[in-house]
C-alpha cells in the first residue's frame, strides 16, 4: 500500500491539530509522534514475533507478559493496588478505552516509563530518556484519536517510512551547529553518485534523520531487485524507482539489516528520529549513536563492545552542519586541520581517516571548503588530491538547502588512497525544484540525471573532452581539470575556476550562473576575512 493522499491528509490533520492545540514546534512534534507510532506498531510486531515462535516451536516471551508496578497510585484501578498486567500497555488497551486527563497521566506516568525500560533491555535507542510532551489533555485525545485512523498495521514498512518523512519535511529550522535536513533528492542524487552495495558498511558520522541511511538501503535493494520487483512511487511530487529487494538472499538480508548501516549524531532527538525512522522501514537494529566525532573518539576496543567496524567503513555519506565552530581544546587529535575550529574541515578530515583501504565518500560542503585560502583550507585539499582520489565535484544550485540556509554548496565525491590524477567537475543550474525561499515546488527543470549519467561514463567522457578543440564552445555542464592544473592553483576545487569559457559561451550563459560565480568570488572574500578575524581571536586568547 501506498503513502496515499488520505493518509497524507490525516498525517497534515494531526500536525494541524498540534500546531492549533499550542505545541508549535515541528522537531518535538515529530518526535512525540514517532512515540506514538511505536506504541501503536509494537503490539503488532509482539504478536506476530508470538506467531512466529509458535510455528517454529522457538521460546519467546511477549514483551506484554507479567505484571508492571505503577509509578503514579492514580492509576491504579483501585485503591490498594500497585501493579497491573502488563498487557495493559497494549495500544489498543489504553488508546481505545482512555481520554482526557486519565489518558494524559496513564501515557505519561505508565506507557512512557515502561516503553523506555523496554528500549534499555532490547537496545532499541530512540527510546532512552523518552518523555511526553503533549500534556494537554483534549490535544493528546485527539492526536492518538488520528493515529488510530491511520491503520499503520496494514502499511508496508516504505509506506510507513514515506509516512514519517512526510512528518520530517516539517522540520524547517536548523540546528544550533548549523544542521539542518537534506532535501530527499539531493540525498539520492548523492548516494547514486558513490554507489553503495550489498555486503559494504555505510555510515554517516551526522546522521540528523538518517536521511542517507535510508536513500542508500532503497539503492541497493533497487539494485537487488527484479523487473518485476520494481516500481515507482510519488514522493514530494517526483516519480521515484523504488525496488523491493527480491534477488537477495536470506544471508544478504541479514547482512543489510544488522551489519551494514551506522550512524551518530550530537542530537539527542535526533537519535530517536533517525531511530525511528530507520525502524519503521524494517531497520530496527540499526543504532544510532548519540556522539559527536569531533570531541570524541573511539579505540579497537571500545568500537568492538559497541558493534562497530574495527577498520573503517567502506561507504561515508553525510551532510554535516557547516556554520558551528568547536573550542579548540575539545577537538581530538584525529581531525584536526592545522588550528581550524571550523566543522566543515574537521568532519571532512574526519571522513577520510574513517574510510576503509578502498572506501568511498559523498560529502555536501560549502564553496568554502572548495577555495578557502587559510593554511587549514589549503592543506586539506592537498591532503584529498594527493593522498584520495577526488573523483567529482557537483556543484549544486544557490538555494537548493531553503528554507534552512542559503549557503552555497557542492558535494565532493571521493575514493579513500591513491592520488587523483583529474577531477570531473558537474555544474547543476536546476534540481527539479524551484529554487525560491521554500525550495518545494517541483519543476521539470533538472540537471541531475544528466550529470549523474555524466558521472557513470567518466571515462567516455574524459575521451571527448579531450577530444574537443580548445578554441571551440564548450557545450556540456560538465568538465575536467588535471591535477597538475588545480595543484597551480593552490588545489582550488570550485567547479567555476576550471569551467571552459568562450565568448561565444558567455554571450549565451544563463544569468543565474554568472550571479553565482559572483557570490562564489565575493564569499571567497567575505570567508577569508571571517577566518582571519577568528584565527587572530583565537590565536590572542
Known amino acids: 500500500m501506498p503513502f496515499t493522499p488520505d493518509m497524507r491528509r490525516k498525517v497534515d490533520q494531526i500536525r494541524d491539530y498540534l500546531y492549533g492545540g499550542g505545541y508549535p514546534d515541528p522537531l518535538s512534534n515529530a518526535e512525540q509522534l514517532s512515540y506514538l507510532f511505536f506504541f501503536y506498531m509494537i503490539e503488532g510486531i509482539d504478536a506476530a514475533n508470538l506467531r512466529q515462535a509458535k510455528a517454529t516451536s522457538r521460546k519467546y516471551s511477549s514483551l506484554f507478559a507479567g505484571n508492571w508496578t505503577l509509578r503514579n497510585p492514580l492509576n491504579a484501578p483501585s485503591k490498594g493496588i500497585d501493579t497491573i498486567p502488563r498487557d495493559r500497555m497494549r495500544w489498543s488497551s489504553w488508546a481505545n478505552a482512555m481520554a482526557g486527563e486519565q489518558l494524559v497521566r496513564f501515557v505519561r506516568d505508565e506507557v512512557f516509563p515502561f516503553f523506555s525500560e523496554i528500549g534499555d533491555k532490547f537496545g532499541m535507542s530512540f527510546m532512552a530518556q523518552a518523555r511526553l510532551s503533549i500534556d494537554e489533555p483534549t490535544v493528546l ?8 485512523e491511520l491503520r499503520l498495521e496494514h502499511a508496508d514498512p516504505d509506506t510507513k517510512g514515506d509516512m514519517f518523512e512526510h512528518v520530517l519535511r516539517q522540520i524547517k529550522q536548523a540546528g544550533e551547529l548549523g544542521q539542518f535536513r537534506t532535501p530527499r533528492h539531493i540525498i539520492r542524487t548523492i548516494v547514486d553518485l558513490v554507489d553503495p552495495k550489498i555486503g559494504e558498511t555505510i555510515y554517516d558520522p551526522a546522521a540528523g534523520t538518517a536521511g542517507f541511511l535510508v536513500a542508500a538501503y532503497d539503492h541497493i535493494r533497487l539494485a537487488s ?4 520487483g520494481r516500481g515507482e512511487v510519488e514522493l514530494e511530487g517526483k516519480l521515484v524507482e523504488r525496488g523491493i529487494g527480491d534477488k537477495l538472499n536470506q544471508a544478504q538480508w541479514r547482512k543489510l539489516q544488522t551489519e551494514t548501516f551506522y550512524g551518530n549524531d550530537v542530537d539527542p532527538k535526533m537519535v530517536s528520529l533517525a531511530s525511528m525512522n530507520l525502524a519503521l522501514r524494517g531497520l530496527p537494529d540499526v543504532h544510532i549513536l548519540k556522539r559527536n566525532v569531533l570531541t570524541s573518539t ?3 576496543q571500545m568500537k568492538a563492545e559497541k558493534g562497530l567496524p574495527l577498520d573503517g567503513y567502506n561507504v561515508i555519506l553525510a551532510n554535516p552542519p557547516f556554520s558551528g565552530r568547536v573550542d579548540r581544546d575539545r577537538i581530538v587529535d584525529d581531525v584536526k586541520v592545522g588550528t581550524s575550529t571550523a566543522t566543515e574541515l574537521l568532519f571532512v578530515k574526519y571522513m577520510i581517516d574513517n574510510l576503509t583501504a578502498d572506501g568511498r565518500c559523498g560529502v555536501v560542503v560549502p564553496e568554502g571548503v572548495l577555495f578557502g585560502s587559510t593554511g587549514a583550507h589549503k592543506e586539506l585539499r592537498r591532503l584529498l588530491m594527493q593522498g584520495n582520489r577526488v573523483e567529482a565535484v557537483l556543484s549544486l544550485p544557490g538555494g537548493v538547502f531553503q528554507p534552512y540556509s542559503g549557503v552555497k554548496t557542492s558535494v565532493l565525491v571521493f575514493a579513500k588512497g591513491g592520488r587523483t590524477e583529474r577531477v570531473m567537475f558537474l555544474h547543476a543550474s536546476n534540481d527539479g525544484f524551484k529554487l525560491d525561499a521554500n525550495h518545494d515546488q517541483p519543476i521539470d527543470a533538472d540537471d541531475l540525471p544528466n550529470l549523474l549519467a555524466a558521472f557513470n561514463s567518466r571515462e567516455e567522457r574524459w575521451s571527448d573532452w579531450k577530444a574537443h578543440p580548445a578554441d571551440q564552445p564548450w557545450p556540456e ?13 593552490n588545489w582550488n576545487l570550485s567547479a567555476s575556476r576550471y569551467r571552459p569559457h568562450s565568448r561565444e559561451v558567455a554571450e549565451h550563459r544563463d544569468p543565474r550562473e554568472l550571479l553565482e560565480e559572483l557570490q562564489e568570488d565575493v564569499t571567497t572574500i567575505l570567508g577569508d576575512i571571517e577566518l582571519l578575524a577568528t584565527e587572530l581571536k583565537e590565536q590572542a586568547a
Open 141 to 148: 485525545t485527539q492526536v492518538v484519536t488520528l493515529v488510530n
Open 225 to 228: 531487485s527484479s523487473t518485476h
Open 298 to 300: 573511539f579505540d579497537r
Open 477 to 489: 555542464n560538465w568538465w575536467f581539470a588535471e591535477a597538475d592544473a588545480i595543484e597551480a592553483e
